[in-house]
């Protein structure tokens, strides 16, 4: 018998989903660049660790800021015209790295860039919830949130050898030039879709009624206690890596590629995880509040990173940190796609990555400090391992156990 050929629909939801996760992994290539050009890009503008540090808190502050506007913006506009407008700000903003001179229009282009991607995740957890029915929406967002860790493994595994080959410019132009391909897609696709609630695509958000609402503060809470982690990962491994076991600019992508590919297994886990508990008979509540302390524990092991010699199980401990934090994000991303209101959902999770960014930015200075100081990397690794308890502590005592 011959297989019945997918409908408009069905082909047009999946291709939602392969778009909203490339938009994330996209967003994590273009965010990773920097990290592994530094001793590239620190010869040529002459920086130093607290400069590092201070370029990395400027994109988070930057994002932090932007963030307070960007859940409006899509809640207003629609997810659909919101998005691709992101996509074109980041994707000349991408570009502008390379044609950068100095270190003031480097800082402007990586600013440009962080007030662009921090559209991403409100719009893809809004547009998941949008248009996906409520039995896939959980898989989707596990699907989605490890866009992310593809883009952090693809980076390390192509962009230093393309800067070796080409100069460090190419990898700006060629991860610009990749958002202007993903903006065709994303507006051909999205024409053919339609919401599954009755929910207003667009609606004004009573900021009042959100900060009032207990279940905005549980997201919010969540991802300033967790987020600081992954920005951590994210913008010192590679030097982790070079700093501790003097890996060079070659070879350095190898163990990070490592990390991020256990991170990626950590949020599709985490999307499925969550689903067949509750298929196996065990409460919303039971079921997320399961999946999170499984990843909460997991992510002690981090700090053993410290104390091997080897790379390899520097990268497999830090991996499987990550693996954690990605499990514990996408049942935040899932919890709050079920508890909060459609028409301020993107407003709630842009409010709690504002307080992502700056929990995040902090973490990035006290790593800058701390390496200058002469304290090396534990202090990090102790906050890593020990953020993700308290998060669910919050998250219960917020809502009174009432999760979903």
């Known amino acids: 018998m011959a297989m019945a050929k997918p409908t408009v629909k069905s082909a047009a939801l999946w291709g939602l989903i392969a778009l909203l996760f490339a938009g994330n992994a996209l967003n994590y290539v273009d965010r990773q660049v920097v990290a592994l050009l530094k001793p590239t890009l620190e010869a040529h503008f002459h920086w130093s660790d607290r400069d590092y540090a201070h370029l990395g808190s400027a994109f988070q502050l930057s994002s932090a800021a932007a963030l307070l506007f960007v859940g409006v913006f899509i809640d207003r506009l629609g997810v659909r015209i919101a998005y691709a407008l992101a996509v074109v700000l980041w994707s000349f903003a991408g570009i502008g790295h390379a044609l950068a001179r100095t270190v003031e229009q480097f800082v402007a282009a990586r600013v440009i860039l ?47 050898p393309l800067a070796v080959a080409f100069g460090w410019q190419s990898a700006f132009w060629v991860t610009g030039g990749l958002g202007f391909v993903w903006l065709v897609a994303w507006w051909l696709n999205t024409g053919k ?7 207003p695509a667009r609606a004004p958000v009573q900021w009042s009624t959100l900060l009032a609402d207990p279940r905005s503060w549980a997201v919010v809470g969540a991802k300033c206690l967790t987020d600081f982690v992954w920005f951590f990962v994210l913008f010192w491994m590679p030097d982790f890596f070079n700093r501790n076991f003097m890996l060079g600019q070659g070879q350095l992508g190898r163990p990070v590629a490592l990390v991020f590919s256990m991170a990626a297994a950590g949020s599709l886990l985490s999307g ?26 997991t992510v002690l092991a981090m700090p053993l990173a410290l104390v091997t010699h080897n790379p390899w ?92």
């Open 193 to 199: 879709l339609q919401p599954v609630s009755d929910a």
């Open 114 to 160: 962080a007030v662009g991607e921090t559209v991403t995740t409100p719009a893809g957890i809004k547009a998941a919830a949008l248009y996906l029915p409520p039995e896939q929406r959980n898989q989707a967002i596990g699907i989605i949130n490890a866009a992310s860790n593809i883009g952090a493994i693809l980076t390390p595994l192509i962009i230093p």
């Open 272 to 297: 499925w995880l969550y689903p067949w508990l509750v298929s196996r008979g065990a409460s919303p509540a039971a079921a997320r509040k399961g999946s999170m302390l499984l990843f909460a524990l």
């Open 313 to 404: 199980i520097a990268g497999f401990v830090i991996g499987i940190g990550l693996f954690a934090h990605q499990g514990f994000s996408a049942n935040i991303f899932g919890m709050a796609s079920n508890i909060v209101p459609l028409e301020r959902l993107a407003s709630v999770i842009a409010l709690g990555a504002v307080a992502g960014n700056l929990s995040g930015m902090g973490m990035i200075e006290l790593a800058g400090w701390s390496l200058q100081s002469g304290f090396g990397y534990a202090p990090m690794f102790t906050l890593c391992a020990g953020g993700y308890l308290v998060a669910l502590g919050w998250i219960v005592a917020v809502l009174r156990g009432n999760l979903a």
